[in-house]
């Protein structure tokens, strides 16, 4: 994440942190060690960072997706009840283009009447839509807490713009990617010159410091995903999970912190 001066002389870098276990402790600087060049720096303070994050809800909205339009809706209705005070939403949906589904707010009722307009047409272009959430949404509020939570397999077909392209602007932009994910359509087919859905999603969280989960029996669950969430619980978003807590997007709320050295 990209450092910042501090005012009594040493360095100040925004990090996500993580449980594995099932404890509710918050995490402490005795637990995280950080390098710089192969050499480890003293930290002198680990703080939570509580501030209001920016949250895109980028849903794929394409025809041939393993998911009806009734399940797209209740994923984001989820999300737009459970945001935490000072946070912000916006949804986007996308095909060949990427359509404002609700404008930025937090009034879930409001964001609940527009999820009518979601409906499935046309082929994936998840990186031009991400792309355009980055230059349009996000780029304009440098110091923000912003996050994209992706609702997707990983497939993308027919962007212009590439992955790498995609995922060099995410981290250069402090963007924190979280995903929820489709049964993937292609089912593990291997693609010419771009990664197989799963591949992108776990390139997407794994490189922006975020999670990924998947939709099962209509809940949006964050265990058994990677080998390793080992030892995480398997509560859903309701829950409790990795000692924070998940309600809704409650993760990208509070997850964050800042570390000084």
């Known amino acids: 994440r990209r450092p910042a001066a501090s005012s009594e002389g040493g360095v100040m870098v925004n990090i996500v942190a993580a449980r594995t276990d099932k404890s509710d402790a918050q995490i402490t600087a005795r637990q995280l060690s950080v390098y710089d060049n192969g050499i480890e720096q003293t930290i002198r303070n680990f703080t939570p960072d509580p501030s209001p994050a920016h949250i895109v809800l980028l849903v794929d909205n394409s025809l041939t997706i393993r998911a009806d339009v ?59 839509a991400a792309s355009a959430v980055m230059e349009q949404a996000l780029k304009s509020t440098p110091g923000q807490k912003n996050v994209i939570v992706v609702i997707s397999d990983g497939l993308d077909r027919g962007s212009k713009t590439t992955f790498e392209k995609t995922l060099a602007e995410l981290q250069r932009l402090d963007i924190t990617v979280y995903a929820v994910q489709a049964q993937d359509r292609t089912r593990g087919a291997i693609r010419r010159d771009v990664p197989k859905p799963r591949q992108v999603i776990d390139k997407l969280v794994e490189g922006t410091g975020g999670m990924a989960g998947l939709v099962r029996d209509g809940h949006v669950v964050f265990d058994e995903y990677h080998q390793t969430d080992t030892g995480t619980t398997s509560n859903v978003v309701q829950g409790n999970w990795v000692g924070l807590n998940a309600r809704g997007v409650g993760p990208i709320a509070d997850r964050a912190g800042g570390i000084a050295w």
Not at 97 to 108: K, M, N, P, Q
């Open 70 to 128: 009734e399940k797209l809706e209740k994923a984001a209705r989820e999300f737009a009840y459970e945001i935490f005070e000072g946070d912000k939403l916006l949804i986007v949906g996308y095909d060949e283009e990427a359509e404002i589904v609700s404008d930025w707010t937090d009034d879930a009722k409001a964001i609940e009447s527009s999820l009518k307009l979601f409906r499935k047409k046309g082929q994936p272009h998840l990186f031009d």
